[in-house]
């Protein structure tokens, strides 16, 4: 059993004693999922782009859900917020951040993503040393996201819109990881383990964070498989889409130390995928430059 699977929402509580810097970072995990206040900095360029747009009055919904979108956890919390119980509609859960937008309200958006950006503003500066490597999940969860689009409308029923949210977020126990890193010396100072604890923890801590936010079912999963490396090769689910998306990525997250050396041969080799990213390169050129801005 992989040891992330121990980590559930609010439930996962590593031994008080241990001194192990992963097992303290999980502890901050835990106290943070308790306290409900999960809040960590992403990749904080594109939040100070998000506070610009956002005061075009001129803005409509579908260009601020893809400015929004550039900004994995305000992303997740904006759906959070419209499946509230004073915003949900009860059996109409909202999947995507365009449906998010527009059940909120320009003005509520507006104050949501404000509180976001100063609240990652207050702790950036703690993540100056690994800017670059934010910066580089970043950029992969853009095209990730731009690729599982395609992939969902071209190849299964699943609604696009919620794949690519998925893809945008199904990296964000990295970036909390490195939000928690400079606060264990020990750990930052030997790169082997550091990345050791990002490639074996990223994918259930990710699936930790985003379960207080109360995301689809599917999204959560495919957050939690997406390192899987079965090779779906005729995706039906969520998770089969983004385990693909992220296969399929031209730029391998330089975090993960097996992405560069495995890639399943049938990926590489399947002439209907590539021909069909060949065919959708518009649709993904035009997604990743509507993220960055």
Aim: aromatic fraction near 6%; hydrophobic fraction near 45%.
């Amino acid at each position: 059993m992989h040891q992330g699977s121990q980590i559930q929402s609010g439930g996962y509580s590593p031994s008080a004693g241990s001194v192990d810097p992963s097992f303290r970072i999980l502890k901050d995990l835990a106290r943070d999922l308790s306290s409900g206040q999960v809040s960590f900095p992403t990749f904080i360029n594109a939040t100070l782009k998000i506070r610009r747009a956002l005061d075009d009055p001129n803005v409509d919904a579908d260009r601020m859900a893809r400015i929004i979108s550039s900004e994995p956890l305000l992303a997740a919390k904006l759906v959070q917020v419209a499946n509230s119980v004073a915003l949900g509609v009860p059996g109409m859960p909202v999947a995507d951040v365009k449906g998010a937008i527009l059940r909120v309200g320009y003005s509520n958006v507006h104050s949501i993503a404000s509180a976001v950006a100063m609240a990652q503003l207050v702790v950036a500066k703690e993540m100056k040393p690994f800017l670059k490597r934010a910066e580089a999940v970043w950029r992969h969860s853009l095209e990730v996201a731009a690729i599982a689009f395609v992939l969902a409308r071209k190849l299964t029923r699943i609604n696009p819109d919620e794949a690519l949210f998925a893809g945008l977020v199904h990296d964000v126990g990295r970036f909390y990881l490195l939000s928690k890193a400079p606060h264990y010396p020990e750990l930052t100072a030997d790169p082997v383990a550091l990345e050791a604890v990002l490639d074996e923890w990223h994918a259930p801590i990710g699936h930790a964070v985003l379960s207080t936010f109360g995301l689809s079912d599917a999204v959560l999963q495919a957050v939690a498989e997406h390192e899987s490396t079965s090779y779906p090769a005729s995706p039906k689910t969520m998770s089969d889409v983004i385990i693909l998306a992220n296969m399929l990525s031209k730029g391998p997250n330089p975090l993960d130390r097996h992405n560069s050396t495995f890639r399943p041969a049938a990926v590489e080799d399947s002439k209907d995928l590539h021909e069909l990213l060949e065919a959708s390169a518009e649709t993904l050129h035009s997604l990743v430059a509507a993220f960055r801005g």
